[in-house]
């Protein structure tokens, strides 16, 4: 009796571990932001936090200065922006040359007048409301 107990146990124990690793595997599969998060590689993090810098220290104050939250809604739902990540460096108003320094190291160099990030703005249109594309070009 007591080695048929075990192995219900331990059968009962199997199914909930397998059933667990099936559900995460499903979630990850279908929310592909949870994928790009857990893979993304330190060159896109760094590029990201590039974006990050460039949107909410830069970009984002200068185009909402003194404009209504319908303003800024009509004007940011209309537009993607898409800048090469060379070009981000030379804004004064954001601190990114040691980032850039760091990426420009690398042994897996990429072309930075190539390689680009396209921010868009995402609904209610506040500060931290966009989604972020990066494309690395390889040299």
Same mark, same amino acid.
């Given at each position: ?9 331990? @059968? ?15 979630? #990850? ?9 857990? @893979? ?13 810098? @460039?949107?909410?220290? @830069? ?15 009509? #004007? ?64």
């Amino acid at each position: 009796m007591k080695t048929s107990k075990k192995k219900s146990i331990t @059968f009962v124990l199997l199914a909930v571990v397998l059933t667990l690793a099936l559900g995460i595997g499903v979630l #990850l599969l279908t929310n592909n932001s949870i994928l790009d998060r857990i @893979f993304i590689n330190k060159t896109e993090k760094d590029v990201l936090v590039m974006a990050d810098k @460039f949107y909410q220290e @830069f970009y984002y104050p200068l185009v909402t200065n003194g404009k209504s939250q319908q303003q800024i809604e009509e #004007l940011l739902s209309e537009k993607e922006i898409t800048i090469p990540i060379s070009e981000i460096v030379k804004i004064s108003e954001i601190d990114v040359k040691d980032i850039y320094e760091s990426l420009n190291k690398k042994k897996d160099t990429y072309d930075w007048e190539l390689s680009t990030i396209k921010i868009k703005a995402t609904s209610p249109y506040k500060i931290t409301d966009y989604e972020v594309k990066v494309d690395l070009a390889k040299h």
